[in-house]
């Protein structure tokens, strides 16, 4: 889904925003700009936090995980604007979640309407980690001078094959927050199950309800497998707060490029405990 203006230039800069919870080696690696979104807590915590950098080590306080907060700053206009036209590119490439679950987008295609220079904004057609392997072909696109006409080829390419399958290990934030459609968490309304769920191309289905974390282990690499039968290109295990099962997917899935932990603003949606895996097939 994008919009701006496309001519073929050179030095393009990608821009995204801090719910890929990409690590910031990579960030570094390929100059990536990630814009901020900034999380209101309760007045018994600190008054806000903002998120840059590696967020692998945020984790939600237990007492705020089922209230309900005033909400998260999504990235302005103005400061899309701003990553557009920061000194040293000429053109740039905005990467957003899948419009039906945020509103960047809206924030990101307005900015390319003002900015004086090329830029267009991409709808991912995913989110998180999902959304981070489509940065990341769009960055490494740019890497190598590309125009941004290529940027944007390498960018709607993965938009189009990425794969996301994630696991909620409780239903009460995402109900609270409401992205999720409600055949995904009725899937999950079992005390004690974790619901599975698979994202592509803007929509959620459900997979399964299960009772162990080993049959949503088994399942999530079952998925992997299926789709990717000649392996991925790209891969990143995500999580919220259990380092542990990230570890055990990421030995289950074999190779991949990063392990993400999610950040506070997708704590806040998706409770603790998430557990998933993105990947761009062969």
């Not at 409401?178 to 803007?202: K, N, Y």
């Not at 055990?248 to 895996?277: E, I, K, P, W, Y």
Request: hydrophobic share 45%.
């Amino acid at each position: 889904m994008p919009t701006g203006n496309v001519q073929a230039v050179e030095r393009v800069i990608v821009v995204t925003d801090s719910s890929t919870c990409l690590p910031a080696d990579v960030v570094s690696a390929f100059d990536i700009r990630v814009l901020p979104i900034s999380l209101h807590l309760p007045e018994s915590l600190p008054a806000e936090e903002s998120e840059t950098g590696d967020e692998s080590t945020w984790r939600l306080p237990k007492q705020v995980e089922l209230e309900e907060l005033s909400g998260a700053n999504h990235p302005f206009v103005t400061e899309y604007l701003a990553a557009i036209e920061e000194p040293g590119y000429a053109a740039a490439a905005i990467v957003t979640p899948a419009i039906e679950f945020a509103t960047m987008f809206r924030n990101a295609a307005l900015a390319c309407e003002l900015a004086s220079r090329p830029s267009i904004a991409i709808d991912a057609r995913s989110a998180a980690a999902g959304q981070a392997l489509v940065v990341l072909a769009g960055a490494q696109e740019a890497a190598k001078g590309s125009d941004l006409d290529t940027v944007v080829q390498a960018i709607e390419d993965a938009s189009r094959r990425v794969e996301l399958v994630g696991s909620l290990a409780t239903l009460e934030p995402i109900r609270q927050s409401g992205p999720l459609p409600a055949d995904v968490l009725q899937a999950g309304e079992l005390i004690g199950m974790r619901s599975v769920f698979r994202m592509h191309e803007g929509t959620i289905e459900p997979i399964a309800a299960l009772a162990t974390t080993q049959e949503t282990l088994d399942t999530i690499r079952s998925a992997f497998l299926n789709s990717a039968p000649h392996g991925a290109e790209r891969c990143a295990v995500f999580h919220a707060d259990v380092p542990e099962l990230a570890e055990r997917l990421t030995n289950l899935l074999g190779h991949v490029d990063f392990v993400s932990g999610f950040s506070l603003a997708m704590q806040v949606h998706t409770g603790r405990g998430v557990l998933g895996a993105a990947w761009i097939p062969k």
